[in-house]
């Protein structure tokens, strides 16, 4: 049930009767869909959880069928302005938008990037989504990867989106190039987490997030492979970092590329073409979900972008060479 306040949004949920002898904290993603079980704690913690007018304690064991009151906290987005940048744009109806995001282009505007980001040529394109939480994007693509993304354009469907991400039955694949030769696919189950001693960076670190890549082979190149990648997760710099814990970091990433190598004989073509690879080898080529509104299955595949292609076309060549 869902009210009116003027700091924000009033939602009541109650406690399932079998989620009885629980913990509160570990139930309030079941109480608040579509609220991730971490930001329901932060607003725990924040005392806008309230039960029987009282803000009680994660510990609290619950017994089932507890009325609960989350006040939301007012939106901040405000500040966000519309700005009429380009979007290419591979569906939309009136619920959902998926665009295909260019390498560059910064997803949410932040410190260092107040405009010209994919949030603000969304609220000049679709204005009904300055009424939405971060403009109604429910995932994200760091700036130098490229690739597909789903937009909500409703709050229903927002909330159906987030809820198919946790549910893990939204599907995101992914293409990269990552340095090394894997013997096989596989899969990383390794938590994600603040990097200990640089906090700009994430970590495979016991005291993470859980995490799950899978990844199979694409192509073999020399010195190189071709992987395509499955989220199961979807922590921040996710491949990027489980693909460095492997020992395979991507060609060409700033972060957790560690330090640049040239395979032994490379051509002057293929050295120009790795050296002039200047971001993460990581392209988001496969979305699928179930439309939020009418439960269609949909499916939307991306090209991959003219650097990646010449990439991957100056590996082969030079693979072919020295077969």
Not at 113 to 133: D, F, M, S
Not at 196 to 214: D, E, F, I, Q
Request: hydrophobic letters at 40%; proline letters at 7%; aromatic letters at 4%.
């Amino acid at each position: 049930m869902v009210g009116a306040s003027e700091s924000g949004e009033v939602v009541i949920g109650a406690v399932p009767d079998k989620a009885a002898g629980e913990r509160l904290d570990k139930v309030l993603a079941k109480v608040f869909p579509p609220h991730s079980r971490s930001q329901l704690q932060v607003w725990l913690k924040e005392g806008r959880i309230t039960l029987a007018n009282e803000i009680p304690s994660g510990r609290l064991s619950v017994a089932g069928g507890e009325v609960l009151r989350l006040q939301m906290p007012p939106l901040t987005q405000i500040e966000w302005v519309a700005e009429p940048l380009p979007l290419s744009v591979v569906h939309q109806d009136e619920h959902i938008v998926v665009i295909d995001k260019p390498c560059g282009l910064v997803v949410h505007p932040g410190a260092g990037n107040p405009a010209g980001t994919l949030a603000n040529a969304i609220l000049h394109q679709y204005p009904a989504t300055g009424a939405l939480p971060r403009a109604g994007i429910v995932h994200r693509l760091d700036k130098d990867t490229s690739g597909l993304l789903v937009v909500a354009l409703t709050e229903l469907a927002r909330r159906e989106l987030i809820r198919g991400l946790e549910a893990r039955v939204i599907s995101r694949e992914y293409l990269a190039v990552v340095n090394g030769r894997p013997i096989s696919g596989g899969t990383v189950d390794a938590s994600i987490g603040r990097h200990p001693r640089n906090r700009l960076k994430m970590a495979v670190t016991s005291k993470g997030r859980p995490a799950v890549t899978h990844y199979r082979l694409g192509q073999r190149f020399r010195s190189h492979t071709l992987l395509k990648l499955q989220l199961q997760t979807g922590r921040t710099h996710q491949i990027r970092v489980h693909m460095a814990h492997l020992g395979f970091p991507l060609v060409g990433d700033p972060v957790y590329g560690g330090r640049f190598q040239l395979p032994p004989r490379s051509s002057p073509q293929l050295i120009a073409a790795l050296q002039g690879f200047q971001r993460q080898a990581l392209h988001a080529s496969v979305l699928a979900l179930a439309h939020p509104a009418t439960g269609e299955s949909l499916r939307w595949e991306s090209v991959v972008p003219s650097d990646f292609a010449a990439l991957t076309d100056a590996l082969s060549i030079d693979a072919a060479i020295e077969a």
